[in-house]
């Protein structure tokens, strides 16, 4: 019962410094997520992939870069770490794209930029 | 755009009792998903319970259901016996119906979330 697997779960970063946040999916989900959670709110869109080969910008996709390495795989990578990116991100999983099919989360990565 | 508001920062609830949870959002579109999603402290975002918009029927899981207004827009969550371990972050999210390529394809819009606290 893995279903979205998230690696790091926690990470310190410097600002400037780089680093990848690897995220895989063993459902045989078309569509996957990037989401970032800032305290006191509620999940927010960076990008999405509607199915393998595509990625989409969604609601804050400034300062990141995503990978859809195969249909199991969906990378999120910052090329330049600020403080501003401190949050803890999640990794989702759909079926597909459309409204109708149930996003499933991963655990969630914490990332620290100091 | 869509928005999605829960008003109530914190809530709480002795065991056993019933709570209800409130969230109201704002669109224009006719075809639609709801949804509410749990955070524990592990932060783990677990589904809790989804609503077809064109289904008149309020959805109902175990202790949980919701009372789905489509006209006032307001789609509550009814937590009946509570338990220590329901104990969480709650969060209201919005979904429209999408298709490939329109601005809203895959987006799930979160409203800011109610903490439930369960007392013994």
């Known amino acids: 019962n893995a279903g979205v697997t998230q690696t790091p779960k926690f990470q310190v970063l410097k600002t400037g410094q780089s680093m990848t946040l690897q995220c895989a999916q063993d459902?045989?989900?078309?569509?996957m997520y990037w989401y970032r959670q800032d305290p006191g709110m509620g999940l927010r869109l960076i990008y999405y992939s509607a199915s393998e080969g595509t990625t989409d910008k969604g609601e804050v996709p400034n300062g990141y870069n995503v990978s859809r390495l195969n249909k199991r795989e969906f990378s999120l990578r910052l090329e330049s770490a600020a403080p501003s990116q401190t949050s803890v991100y999640f990794c989702a999983s759909s079926l597909g794209g459309a409204g109708g099919n149930t996003i499933y989360f991963g655990e969630g990565s914490w990332l620290t930029v100091v | 755009a869509q928005t999605v508001t829960q008003s109530q920062p914190e809530m709480s609830v002795q065991e056993a009792e019933t709570v209800t949870l409130s969230c109201t959002y704002d669109t224009s579109e006719s075809d639609y998903y709801l949804f509410w999603y749990k955070q524990p402290p592990s932060r783990q975002m677990i589904l809790v319970i989804r609503q077809e918009a064109y289904k008149q029927q309020n959805a109902t899981e175990n202790r949980f259901s919701v009372n789905f207004q489509k006209a006032a827009k307001s789609f509550s969550l009814k937590i009946s016996d509570s338990q220590l371990g329901d104990a969480a972050m709650y969060f209201c999210?919005?979904?429209?119906?999408?298709?490939?390529?329109?601005?809203?394809?895959?987006?799930?819009?979160f409203g800011q979330g109610t903490i439930l606290t369960v007392h013994p």
């Open positions: 459902m045989n989900h078309n569509s």
């Open positions: 999210a919005y979904r429209s119906r999408g298709s490939a390529g329109g601005t809203s394809y895959g987006k799930l819009t």
